[in-house]
């Protein structure tokens, strides 16, 4: 789609159909010294792509800059972004720019869904192919949050909607459990495993907790067994990290960060009770996990822990 600019230049506008993660690679023949812009984002703003990321950090943007060195170039920026609309603009006089070839390169670990899904309803069924391709747009070498804004492999996303959809969707498993070994080897010194990888410091009680049952989870959906004994040090030593942060009215704040959702206001008192409630089924969980590796001995000490957590929840 061409749309119209000033005339020191040209611009023409790509609609990708959705959301994707990815670069373009970009044959023009202009003269030295055009400027070359890529821009993107995920909705238009009054019909134009506004690349401003939201809710970013600082002042970031999906935007890509060059200075043509003059005749037949190709433009091909090195980092995937992500976005639904493109934007190339040329500060060039429009008689001298030429688009000799334009491509799209999506960056993404998937292909076409193997699983498929159809319910007679159109609404339900778009609404599961929605899941799938977000999925797929946030799938490169690992599992992130977003295709446009950090793009971080956080495990409240790997560990929750994710491994549910893919799961549906796709045999190929194997980008969560390099995710969840991630996680492991990234614990805090006192043994609670990360929540952001790789290489960070953040520690989040709430996905620790779901770290915990997303093990297992991956073990029902695949079968690999082996993860499960792999991880079982990390994951008793998860358990510990909460259990030294554990009073008569549950798990304090002190254990770190329990991020819920933006949206969530957390009840007064000593302890957070969403956050206790994620514990609550990650003692569940690593019960289910003692008994699958034939770990009895162990059985009862974290059924009890789970039974604990229980019983401070009937008193409030």
Request: net charge negative; glycine share 10%; proline share 5%.
């Amino acid at each position: 789609e061409d749309c119209a600019l000033p005339p020191q230049g040209v611009c023409r506008r790509y609609d990708l159909g959705r959301v994707r993660l990815g670069r373009p690679r970009f044959v023009l023949d202009l003269p030295a010294g055009a400027v070359v812009e890529f821009a993107s984002c995920e909705a238009l703003e009054r019909g134009r792509v506004k690349a401003w990321i939201p809710l970013s950090a600082g002042q970031s943007c999906n935007m890509d800059h060059y200075v043509a060195r003059g005749g037949e170039q190709e433009f091909f920026p090195f980092t995937p972004k992500g976005g639904r609309f493109l934007e190339v603009h040329v500060i060039a006089p429009p008689e001298n720019v030429r688009f000799v070839r334009e491509e799209y390169l999506e960056r993404t670990y998937h292909g076409s869904p193997e699983g498929s899904f159809e319910s007679g309803d159109p609404l339900l069924d778009r609404i599961w192919m929605t899941g799938i391709e977000t999925y797929r747009a946030c799938s490169e070498d690992t599992v992130i949050d977003n295709p446009t804004r950090e793009r971080g492999e956080w495990a409240g996303d790997v560990a929750s909607v994710a491994m549910e959809t893919a799961g549906v969707g796709y045999s190929d498993l194997r980008l969560f459990r390099r995710a969840l070994i991630q996680f492991a080897r990234s614990a805090r010194e006192d043994g609670l495993v990360a929540g952001l990888c790789p290489g960070s410091n953040q520690y989040l009680s709430t996905f620790s907790a779901q770290w915990q049952s997303a093990c297992l989870r991956y073990y029902q959906l695949t079968g690999d067994k082996d993860l499960l004994l792999q991880l079982f040090p990390a994951a008793e030593g998860n358990i510990a990290a909460f259990e030294r942060f554990m009073t008569p009215h549950g798990v304090t704040d002190k254990v770190g960060w329990g991020f819920v959702d933006w949206g969530y206001v957390r009840n007064p008192g000593e302890t957070d009770i969403a956050v206790n409630m994620h514990l609550l089924a990650a003692m569940r969980d690593m019960v289910r996990w003692c008994q699958t590796l034939g770990e009895a001995g162990k059985v009862d000490r974290y059924a009890s822990l789970a039974a604990r957590l229980v019983s401070i929840d009937r008193k409030s």
